[in-house]
C-alpha cells in the first residue's frame, strides 16, 4: 500500500510508508532540532533497533513546526526505510494552525504503534530466544470482513455465493496468540478492527 504507517506514543509518532524492501540503510526522520525530546528517543531507538533493522541514521528535517519533516516522509518512496518521529503538532495541531501544509495528517499516514510498542517493549523487557506473538487474539472469517467492506462502501454491491467452488478451508481456526506477551509486558492492541478496514478502503479509493 502506499500510505504510509503511523507510531503515535504519548507526545510523539514514528511514521513510514507501508511497504517494506531490503536496503539495509533506514532514515529516521526528525523533524526538529538535535538534542530536543523526539530527537533524544528517535537516537536511542535507532540504537536499540540496529541489530533488527541494520543501519538505521537519524537525520534533522526542522522547519516549519515540523510540517517539512513529516511531508519528506509523506512524500518519500513507499520502501519502509524512510520513517519520521513526529509529534503531536505535525498530526493534530498544524492540519489546523495552518492554512495549508503539504501532507494530509489523516490521509497519508496510518497508526501501526500496536505493533511497534510490541517491539519495543519486548526490547526492553523480553527474554533472548524465546518466542512472542503480537496479536489481537481474535479470529475474523471471511465474511465478518466482507460485511465490514460492505458497510463502508459508497455503492451498491452483491456478492453471491458460488457454491460449487466452496470447498472446506484448510485451517479451521487461524488465530494469534499473544498471552506470553500480554503476561510478561501489559501489552494489548488498541487498533480496531474497524480502523484497519477503514484505513484500507481509504487507500484504494485513492488508487482508483
Not at 526542522?62 to 503538532?89: E, H, I, R, S, W
Not at 501532507?103 to 527474554?127: E, I
Not at 467452488?165 to 498471552?179: F, K, N, Q
Amino acid at each position: 500500500m502506499h500510505r504510509r504507517a503511523a507510531l503515535l506514543a504519548t507526545t510523539s509518532a514514528l511514521l513510514a510508508p507501508r511497504a517494506w524492501s531490503q536496503t539495509p540503510t533506514t532514515r529516521l526522520v526528525v523533524p526538529y532540532p538535535p538534542g530536543g525530546p523526539l530527537d533524544i528517543v528517535a537516537r536511542l531507538l535507532a540504537e536499540r533497533t540496529k541489530d533488527s533493522l541494520g543501519s538505521v541514521v537519524v537525520e534533522n528535517r526542522p522547519g516549519a513546526g515540523g510540517n517539512l519533516g513529516a511531508n519528506a516522509v509523506a512524500k518519500a518512496a513507499p520502501d519502509g526505510q524512510t520513517l519520521v518521529m513526529g509529534a503531536v503538532a505535525t498530526h493534530a495541531i498544524n492540519p489546523w494552525l495552518y492554512a495549508k501544509i503539504p501532507y494530509d495528517a489523516v490521509r497519508d499516514f496510518t497508526d501501526v504503534r500496536d505493533m511497534v510498542r510490541a517491539y519495543w517493549l519486548l526490547l526492553a523487557r523480553g527474554d533472548p530466544g524465546r518466542t512472542y506473538n503480537a496479536a489481537s487474539g481474535k479470529a475474523v472469517s471471511i465474511r465478518e470482513v466482507i460485511e465490514g467492506f460492505l458497510v463502508r462502501a459508497t455503492r451498491p454491491i452483491e456478492v453471491r455465493q458460488v457454491a460449487e467452488r466452496v470447498r472446506p478451508i484448510d485451517l479451521p481456526l487461524l488465530m494469534g496468540d499473544a498471552s506470553r506477551l500480554r503476561a510478561l509486558t501489559g501489552w494489548a492492541p488498541t487498533i480496531s478492527f474497524r480502523q484497519s478496514l477503514e484505513d484500507v478502503l481509504d487507500d484504494w479509493r485513492r488508487r482508483v
